[in-house]
């Protein structure tokens, strides 16, 4: 029987072997996401058999297809992990991959500067090498270097020092290493990356409830709402404070029947205006606007006042409905009918919500899609380009699979936020499937190591498809840490999330400690959820009692140091006590439009009820200094400079001032 010459067996593998590609998400499903203005880090291992010197490279095509080619790093040796990263600057899908090949002039000088010396086979070393420069110059023919360092090798007259000599001339190697003399040339599989505007991946929120501001207390006990021009005139104040995103709740009729009254009692007032997420009435549902509010016009006027001051608009898209909504009676089969023919409320035991019905899309998924899709394009054309979407944990996840592709071919510019505290997997997912933002676990993160811990996950491990959105306290959340903390506690949360994440935020009230909480809960007592609650904001911050200065400060550094902008250049360092946590934010100049490198570190006592003092420990490379160097830096709250180093004494009481940020000034060195 005559051999077989021909195998019909393929390889998955290619000639050089390109594997652990990142970033990915899980099982590879989703495409990975970038905001415009993200540098991404990108990883893979590289390698091959035998000896020989091999290099890769970055390529990365944007939308319209221009490729950008950059050289990758190799880790440490005997890894195989080379690394990289991109500035991505055009919206869009770009595709990527790694190419990786032999470098054969740089297999040959290694085998040279070990044989030559040693007297080794010399003439056919320097053979060789003129084999390769004579390759090289017929690829370049006007380039002398290449011709007469060939000349130079094949030179018997000339000693083999000084051959070698010439073999190692920097101008050669520049020019070898601009244009590598490559062989087995492989290409490993593409990978996309989705790039949204940078509004997906940074920003700074400041949620208000509009019927507040404004509102008037009657003789008679009733309350006259706060409407939408009413509510324009808090506007100035947030952008002032450095905001740029304003978040409001529901702006839909409310329910009458089991509508909620103060602190989320069963019995509603005559003049109590009920939960915003009760939505619909005999006025209409969530195509409506509360005739207290105003009209549609008036929304719209709101939203181009926001913009006027710097502001975006970012609407509670809520999909539920109060007794009273007219879905009820058109479509009951859109909700859960319970054996005694009563439409099941919702529930989150043991929290109970009678005023608020449940969609079910499974009993008409279809028509329930349909509605939905054509609510939020309503809302997108009447200029909103944000939605905060309230528990869609409870909606199908393949339903906001559809839902946000459907919108993102037309409207790519809309923002969905996900408001799901909830379990990890159905929060990674959501992420996956395309929501720009998401609701965190950093709410509850208080110690050290916790922070620690949650702040490696979503700067490096969920990072290519999970973007927080830190917000320190919501209308519904007033955590222990904040109730006992002080004003302490509201600057460290406040420094936690502004520094860590491009994108955080904070619920209005959070600037005067709002710190008193309903008995047996975590929200605060007369939650402005289930009542109007108008606020003398200038007269609290002349009595000095708003940290809403210190808040804007805050915003201000954000605003000036592009480093604090990106997600996944945080980097850890450490500190010998268990409660001052430490992390540095590091910006390369070549990604920078001044050109100039950033970087900041961030020392913060976690504790709101000490004084501590502590060495700190910093990886200096993290920021692109050799350790052992010293730097100066600048305290960008208080405006102190220090010299510092690896090892560092701090010491950080509270109640002063609880946090260092801090400026490395690359120009400046003792």
Excluded at 208 to 215: I, K, L, V, Y
Excluded at 479 to 495: E, H, M
Excluded at 559 to 575: D, G, V
């Amino acid at each position: 029987m005559a051999p077989r010459t021909e195998s019909r067996v393929g390889t998955r593998v290619g000639r050089i072997p390109i594997q652990g590609l990142r970033p990915r998400t899980p099982d590879d499903l989703f495409d990975t996401k970038a905001f415009s203005g993200e540098v991404v880090p990108f990883q893979a291992t590289v390698f091959r058999e035998g000896h020989d010197i091999i290099d890769a490279a970055l390529v990365v095509a944007d939308p319209t297809g221009a490729i950008t080619r950059a050289r990758m790093t190799p880790g440490i040796p005997g890894t195989d992990l080379w690394s990289g990263e991109h500035l991505f600057e055009t919206e869009g899908l770009h595709t990527w991959w790694v190419e990786a090949w032999t470098d054969d002039w740089a297999t040959w000088l290694h085998a040279a500067e070990i044989k030559v010396p040693l007297g080794q086979d010399v003439e056919n070393v320097f053979a060789s090498g003129r084999d390769l420069l004579d390759r090289a110059a017929r690829r370049d023919p006007a380039s002398a270097l290449l011709r007469d360092g060939a000349k130079a090798l094949g030179n018997t007259g000339l000693s083999a020092t000084a051959r070698l000599r010439v073999a190692t001339d920097g101008r050669l190697a520049a020019a070898l290493l601009a244009q590598p003399l490559a062989s087995l040339v492989t290409a490993s599989d593409k990978k996309r990356v989705r790039v949204e505007r940078s509004r997906a991946g940074v920003g700074s929120w400041y949620e208000f409830f509009p019927r507040s501001e404004g509102a008037k207390k009657l003789a008679d006990g009733s309350w006259q709402s706060g409407t939408f021009r009413t509510a324009a005139r808090r506007l100035p104040a947030i952008s002032r404070m450095g905001f740029d995103v304003v978040y409001i709740p529901p702006v839909h009729p409310i329910g009458r029947t089991f509508r909620k009254g103060p602190n989320n009692s069963l019995e509603a007032g005559p003049h109590d205006p009920g939960s915003p997420y009760a939505i619909g009435s005999e006025d209409g549902g969530h195509e409506a606007v509360h005739p207290e509010l105003g009209t549609v016009a008036d929304f719209e006027w709101f939203v181009g006042a926001a913009k006027n001051v710097g502001l975006e608009l970012a609407l509670d898209l809520a999909l539920q409905c109060s007794p009273d909504h007219p879905w009820v009676t058109e479509h009951p089969e859109w909700f859960t009918t319970l054996p005694d023919g009563t439409i099941a409320y919702a529930e989150n035991p043991p929290k109970k919500y009678q005023d608020i019905y449940p969609l079910n899309f499974d009993n008409d998924y279809e028509g329930i899609s349909r509605e939905i899709l054509k609510i939020v394009r309503l809302w997108i054309d009447r200029g909103v380009t944000i939605f905060r979407v309230d528990n869609p944990h409870t909606k199908p996840v393949h339903f906001w699979e559809w839902l946000l592709e459907d919108i993102r071919r037309d409207h790519p510019e809309v923002v969905f936020l996900a408001e799901a505290f909830t379990k990890p997997a159905m929060m990674q997912a959501l992420a996956q499937v395309g929501f720009q933002q998401s609701y965190t676990y950093f709410t509850w993160r208080n110690e050290k190591w916790e922070l620690e811990e949650y702040f490696r996950e979503i700067s490096d491990e969920t990072s290519p498809w999970f973007r927080p959105n830190f917000f320190v306290n919501t209308h519904d959340i007033l955590t222990p840490y904040l109730q006992y903390g002080g004003v302490p506690a509201y600057k460290i949360r406040a420094v936690l999330a502004s520094m860590s994440s491009p994108t955080w935020g904070v619920y209005s009230g959070y600037e005067l400690i709002e710190n008193v909480a309903r008995p047996g809960s975590e929200e605060n007592i007369d939650n402005e959820k289930y009542e109007f609650k108008p606020r003398d904001w200038a007269g609290e911050e002349e009595a000095g009692a708003s940290i809403a200065p210190y808040l804007t400060q805050l915003n201000r550094i954000r605003s000036q140091h592009p480093a604090l902008r990106q997600l996944r250049n945080l980097r850890l360092h450490s500190s010998d006590d268990d409660a001052i946590l430490v992390f540095s934010k590091h910006l390369d100049g070549r990604h920078t439009r001044s050109g100039r490198s950033d970087a900041i570190i961030v020392v913060v006592n976690t504790d709101p009820h000490s004084a501590r003092e502590t060495t700190v420990r910093l990886d200096l490379t993290a920021f692109g200094l050799e350790p052992g160097s010293q730097f100066t830096v600048r305290d960008l709250m208080t405006q102190a400079t220090w010299t510092w180093s690896d090892d560092n004494y701090v010491r950080l009481d509270s109640f002063v001032e609880p946090a260092h940020i801090l400026s490395v000034d690359f120009n400046r060195t003792p």
